[in-house]
């Protein structure tokens, strides 16, 4: 069961999606539109960065429905 999410990836907005795999529907599900931050608070962030605050690397993104899975992705837009 999922019910929280970081990523770190370089600062590139080919990372875009996280997505999960819906056994029910066989088919991949959006669980989260990855930010990617050039400013953050008024702090340059390039490179490297955790998502949702590249802060704070313990903070996770919550704001969607907990999901159970067996695969997750990350992907370009």
Known sequence: MIDGLIVQADDNDAYTM???WSEPISDWVLA????????????NVYGMQTRPNPFDN??????FTP???NKKRIRGK
């Open 67 to 69: 999901f159970l899975t």
């Open 58 to 63: 313990t903070e996770q993104y919550t704001d």
């Open 18 to 20: 996280l997505e999960y």
């Open 32 to 43: 989260w539109d990855i930010p990617n931050y050039d400013d953050y608070n008024g702090v």
